[in-house]
């Protein structure tokens, strides 16, 4: 028998493991946690902290974001919360883990209809869910999302799992627009015309529409830039390259768009660095940054957009209220399974 | 659940019998703590979602399940016992290698698997891009596959990283039943053929059930790889209803539901065995001499146990070293990596540690204890193997944060400062976490190594003043050691491929190589984690094949065997 197991041995791997994480929270820090994938934030975390001197640590929670913060109670070390879409900014505030902040910089800069009244959350980015468009097999230049259910896509459309949150957010605001029952119709129509299990990331409807597996599918905007920029890679620049990134509008309406967006924490020690926090990550600059770095659409009037982003043509968003959509999400997410969409 | 048969043949009741019983109970109500708290969650109600579950939900993911796990048990138990009689029964070409490369496989996590074979499976792949080529098509639809993205798809990749489970119970076993059974079969004229079948099989029958019960736990639990190719079970379910539906109690009513059904179906199984009868191996026949393979029985067996290593491990390990050589070339290797995978080790570590002293505690109550007391307290201790670990997570996330706040609370009151998050904090909520998770494997393991040493031992080191805990100390703890590190082995690479509970109790501030793997997943690209998942599998490399060197009686002394599961071998009497 090795002796690699030694007692002595656990017992000093256990003192180490013990040890090695210093508990949180001096001064001038900032804790965050994000259901944002770090990799995207990163670059605006670290700007944030070379002009204002505060730390940022951050923790990717992607599920359980709230269970942990409310179990930790007081005692919770959170001071901003991030999330990734707005169903979650409205979750974190109904589950009474937020509170409320005052500030001109941000009322000024995030326009009121991507903020919450009572200043609880603020959007920080904006990103539309478009249709990539096979570029050699897709001729037209326009495309609605109810054409998404039409038989002549029979066997040709790609689309991540249908309970996704881009997902449920996109039929919410199918709901909001036509009612239940058309959603639901709309919604078998699509799962007819699926080319694939519903399953897999955004990026994948890219690939696979190189691959030929499928002619279009409905993807966030900021992973074409993601994959045209380069940042993925040779072969996600094929990806990229395969598709027309088309900017689907409801018939009667515009293109839908989530946002991601923060609120600070209800028992933050460190408010005030939280608040500078929020209001860095809307500044000019940073909105910028937002655009260069991550391809999303700033909140901020007036920043600009990355340039392979504004090639698809002006963003015109889908008129619709966030709160209308966010009150269908559940009847949305009903509908998913009642179709068997991801089946 | 695993392991844990009540001590029949053997009673030695004394003074400190209770204490060990005592200190099981307390390990077991550790694990049911979780469970307690997703009882509460669960009985807040759901309002009106069980119509909907009922009505949509369930029979897609019952039947999903049902034949992921037939599937999977199929082709663990094809895969694990063929390859585990051919490694230790005859001898042809290549065996020595792989009868320890058969346990590769271990060492891949199934949310890589999955990533993998999409790559390598798909359309723009090398696979198929290569078959295009050698057929001269240029379209990429000229050429369709099966997707990987699909229930069966799942079944292959999920049978052939988890059939080593199997292939260790069984060919511990195959190695060590007496030959004489088998030569009785064969003098009497049974083919080679009819005496696997008809002698070897069911002796072996114990050994297969609990390494396929590992196996399927691990399908049943499993959320990468399922979620990943599109398959609804029940776990995905569950994950769906908390995270999508924002319904933590109805998720906690299935995964409950789910919990008895997997109980009842253990005491079903163990319920057919009840007239069989397990007699400790202590006593060996000689090993039965290995058959000389020739020709194309030779090749057969050859490609009978090459195609299980190539899948399960060479071609995810040859894709990920690709991958990441490519992204190391590209940008370079990522600080944090060193940290993180510090991080994975040194916690896997310090819950091995602790999963062995509990589970030692646990075997030891058994032994002592003839009332059944104790291994009762040992199955309720392995619950925690078969919740879900997202599930687990959530349900110690309450009773631990509880417990923080009150000694939080309890300080501030009583020296006027606060302790914070001592326990959940820490990181002590992961190990925690690890522990209750994985002490089965370590509890069965254990005690499989404690049924192999003779009782008169115990007796002797009694009567000659001995106590209870000098006699673990002087006497069983030098002859477990065999059991210890296998049992260790299987814990510490369970713990380093860990994702879902990692994710939600890891402390703030803290990454490990899953998490790090599963940040660059959630961003939908694979590739980047491709340098972590790579360690994952190295880093789990070295310890299966330590493992795969102990686990080989013939060449150890005495009854040094076992490969961390229950390997007593069987006599069918009725």
């Known amino acids: 028998m090795p002796r690699l197991f030694s007692s002595r041995r656990l017992i000093a791997a256990a003192a180490i493991a013990a040890c090695a994480f210093p508990m949180a929270a001096s001064a001038e820090e900032v804790n965050l946690y994000t259901t944002r994938e770090p990799g995207l934030i990163q670059p605006l975390l670290e700007s944030f902290t070379q002009s204002t001197g505060v730390k940022v640590n951050a923790i990717f929670i992607k599920d359980g974001l709230i269970e942990r913060v409310k179990a930790e109670g007081t005692n919770s070390p959170a001071d901003v919360l991030m999330t990734v879409d707005f169903s979650g900014l409205i979750d974190v505030v109904d589950q009474g883990i937020t509170q409320p902040i005052r500030s001109e910089a941000l009322s000024s800069a995030v326009p009121a209809n991507l903020r919450d009244p009572n200043g609880h959350w603020y959007a920080l980015s904006l990103r539309a869910r478009l249709i990539y468009a096979s570029k050699d097999r897709v001729k037209q230049t326009s495309i609605t999302y109810e054409e998404l259910a039409d038989p002549k896509w029979k066997g040709k459309v790609c689309i991540r799992a249908g309970n996704h949150p881009y997902n449920t957010a996109l039929i919410a605001a199918y709901i909001a627009h036509y009612g239940e029952a058309k959603a639901e119709a709309w919604l078998k129509g699509v799962k007819a015309n699926l080319a694939r299990k519903a399953t897999g990331g955004d990026r994948e409807v890219a690939r696979d529409i190189l691959a030929g597996i499928c002619d279009v599918g409905p993807a966030n905007s900021y992973y074409v830039g993601l994959m045209r920029g380069g940042k993925g890679g040779p072969e996600q620049e094929k990806w990229g390259a395969a598709i027309n990134p088309l900017l689907a509008t409801f018939k009667d309406g515009g293109t839908h768009v989530n946002i991601s967006g923060a609120a600070v924490a209800k028992h933050s020690s460190n408010k005030g660095n939280a608040q500078k926090l929020l209001e860095y990550l809307v500044t000019n600059e940073v909105q910028a940054l937002y655009a260069k770095v991550n391809y999303e659409y700033p909140v901020r009037a007036g920043a600009a957009v990355d340039p392979i982003i504004a090639s698809f043509g002006a963003l015109k968003p889908d008129p619709l209220d966030i709160g209308a959509i966010a009150r269908h999400r559940k009847t949305a997410a009903n509908l998913v399974d009642k179709v068997g969409f991801n089946n | ?574």
């Open chain 2, 1 to 574: 659940m695993i392991g844990f048969q009540r001590a029949t043949r053997y009673a030695s009741p004394t003074a400190d019998t209770r204490g060990w019983v005592v200190l099981s109970y307390l390990i077991a109500l550790m694990v049911l703590a979780p469970v307690a708290a997703l009882i509460a969650i669960a009985a807040q109600g759901s309002g009106d979602l069980w119509p909907h579950l009922i009505a949509y939900v369930l029979p897609t993911a019952v039947r999903e399940t049902a034949l992921l796990l037939t599937g999977v048990g199929v082709l663990v138990i094809a895969i694990g016992t063929g390859t585990a009689w051919l490694a230790a029964t005859c001898r042809f070409p290549g065996r020595v290698i792989f009868d320890w490369a058969l346990l590769l496989p271990l060492a891949v996590p199934t949310y890589i698997v999955a990533f993998v074979y999409l790559d390598v499976m798909h359309p723009l792949g090398p696979i198929q891009t290569a078959l295009r080529w050698l057929l001269g098509l240029d379209d990429p639809r000229a050429l369709s596959l099966p997707d990987v993205r699909s229930l069966p798809g799942c079944i292959v990749l999920l049978g052939f990283v988890l059939y080593p489970y199997v292939y260790l119970a069984a060919r511990a076993l195959f190695l060590m039943q007496s030959a004489p059974a088998l030569e009785v079969a064969r003098t009497l004229g049974a083919s080679r053929v009819a005496t696997f079948f008809r002698v070897a099989l069911p002796l072996a029958r114990p050994a297969i059930v609990i390494g396929t019960t590992l196996a399927l736990l691990e399908a049943l639990n499993d959320i990468g790889a399922s979620e990943f190719l599109g398959v609804q079970t029940l776990t995905v379910s569950i994950y769906s209803t908390w995270v999508n539906r924002s319904s933590l109690s109805g998720a906690a009513q299935i995964a409950l539901v789910m919990l008895t059904a997997v109980i009842a179906l253990t005491l079903a199984e163990r319920w057919a065995r009840r007239r069989q009868r397990y007699a400790g191996g202590a006593r060996r026949g000689h090993p039965p001499s290995p058959v000389e393979l020739t020709g194309l029985a030779a090749a057969g067996a050859f490609f009978a146990c090459a195609l299980p290593i190539l899948i399960g491990f060479l071609v995810p390990a040859a894709y990920l070293a690709f991958e990441a050589s490519s992204r190391i070339a590209a940008a370079g290797l990522s600080p944090h990596l060193l940290i993180e995978a510090r991080n994975s080790i040194a916690f896997a570590a310090a819950a091995t540690a602790a999963a062995l002293v509990l589970g030692t505690v646990l075997a030891y109550a058994v032994r002592l204890d003839r009332s059944g007391m104790a291994a009762t307290a040992g199955r309720m201790a392995s619950l925690g193997y078969a919740i879900p670990g997202t599930v687990l997570a959530v349900g110690l996330l309450t009773p631990l944060a509880a417990f923080d706040n009150a000694v939080d609370a309890a300080f501030r009151q009583l020296f006027g400062f606060g302790t914070g998050l001592i326990v959940s904090g820490s990181g002590a909520a992961l190990v925690l976490a690890y522990v209750i998770r994985f002490l089965a494997i370590s509890a069965g393991g254990i005690e499989a190594g404690f049924a192999k040493i003779p009782v008169s031992l115990d007796a002797a080191a009694r009567s000659l003043g001995e106590s209870a805990a000098g006699t673990v100390r002087r006497v069983h703890l030098p002859l477990l050691s065999p059991a210890f590190g296998a049992a260790a082995i299987l814990v510490f690479v369970d713990c380093m491929k860990e994702l879902p509970a990692t994710l939600l109790l890891r402390p703030f501030g803290f990454e490990t190589l899953a998490t790090h793997i599963y940040a660059e997943a959630a961003r939908g690209s694979y590739e980047d984690g491709a340098v972590a998942a790579l360690l994952i599998v190295l880093t789990g490399l070295g310890p299966v094949v330590l493992l795969a060197r102990m686990s080989r009686p013939l060449t150890a002394i005495g009854g040094r065997s076992s490969g961390g599961v229950q390997v007593a071998s069987a006599v069918r009497s009725r």
